[in-house]
């Protein structure tokens, strides 16, 4: 589906182009899963910039799923996956040789070359990270029947 905008970025990466088209076959199916409305959105953008929208659409949906995974009491678990995703992306800005085995880090890699791009663009992915964090512990109020 993405193998054109693949070739064009795996020059410089050490994953195979396989590897790449299997990380955002990856990423379109949590999309698709996840997030459908945004999922149907991203079919209908251009062809050249879709693969880099499912890949920002899919670490949106790894991210905010975390908040319905915390149960009450449960300590620091998923602010540590947030932390997870923080350290992944500092690494990706490093050009780290160790990056998480991950499929949206992957696809993240073949598309985003953060210290050579704007750090506005690395600046969002992390704001996206902090404000999940800030609003992890916000939970509804219980029902309870009188």
């Not at 999922?39 to 905010?64: D, G, Q």
Request: net charge positive; aromatic share 10%.
């Amino acid at each position: 589906m993405f193998i054109s905008s693949i070739n064009k970025t795996t020059k410089t990466l050490k994953s195979s182009p396989q590897q790449y088209q299997e990380a955002l076959n990856y990423c379109v199916k949590i999309v698709k899963e996840r997030d459908y409305e945004n999922y149907l959105a991203a079919l209908l953008m251009p062809e050249n910039v879709r693969a880099k929208i499912f890949t920002v659409l899919a670490l949106n949906a790894e991210i905010s799923t975390l908040r319905h995974k915390i149960k009450r009491h449960s300590g620091v678990a998923n602010i540590n996956q947030l932390k997870f995703w923080n350290d992944a992306l500092n690494s990706l800005a490093r050009r780290d040789a160790l990056l998480p085995r991950q499929p949206v880090i992957l696809a993240l890699q073949a598309f985003y070359n953060f210290p050579q791009q704007s750090s506005t663009e690395f600046n969002l992915f992390l704001n996206l990270i902090k404000s999940r964090q800030q609003t992890l512990g916000d939970r509804p109020f219980e029902n309870k029947i009188f």
